[in-house]
């Protein structure tokens, strides 16, 4: 992979609520309404304006993302997206594909430059760490390939561990 795309990603630990960054990226539920995790942090960071702004959406399939308002998240926009519930069928790997090319088209479709994710269906949805990285990554390297106008593409992990497998994975590109 070309030296110029590997430079636009970046793996870090921490809290996603913090980063200011033009979109961070919500593992939504589809209902859009908030929830438990990554979800349930980024609306009470945001406060009572993304909530609202959320009632008016109509939900979100899954593979599929929707862009807010950031309200009082250092972020200038929320991107929502809705990952798989792993089930160990190929589906899930469509799915979750789909889940972060759409948040990058939202991306460069409003012209914005950095975008932050989270590890998409990782948590209660189940979906493999290991597995997650590969197709988020993968797809991310694809997309900047084509879309040279996304300046940063962060992966930022809450655990640890989880930071390990995104650091190992980029390693061995």
């Not at 870090?12 to 209902?31: E, P, W």
């Not at 694809?142 to 962060?154: A, D, G, N, V, Y």
Request: net charge positive.
């Amino acid at each position: 992979m070309k030296k110029e795309i590997l430079d636009k990603i970046e793996i870090r630990q921490g809290d996603i609520t913090r980063l200011d960054v033009d979109a961070i990226v919500n593992a939504a539920n589809s209902k859009l309404l908030g929830g438990g995790g990554v979800d349930g942090a980024i609306h009470r960071a945001a406060g009572p304006g993304l909530l609202e702004e959320c009632r008016t959406i109509g939900g979100c399939p899954t593979g599929e993302a929707r862009i807010t308002g950031g309200y009082n998240l250092p972020a200038r926009h929320v991107i929502h997206t809705v990952g798989p519930v792993y089930s160990g069928k190929p589906q899930d790997r469509q799915l979750l594909t789909g889940c972060y090319l759409s948040s990058l088209n939202l991306a460069a479709e409003n012209n914005l430059k950095t975008i932050a994710f989270p590890a998409i269906s990782c948590g209660v949805y189940g979906y493999p760490i290991k597995d997650a990285c590969k197709i988020a990554v993968d797809t991310s390297m694809e997309f900047l390939s084509r879309h040279p106008s996304l300046k940063k593409i962060i992966f930022i992990q809450f655990s640890e561990k989880d930071y390990g497998v995104y650091e190992a994975y980029l390693k061995s590109i």
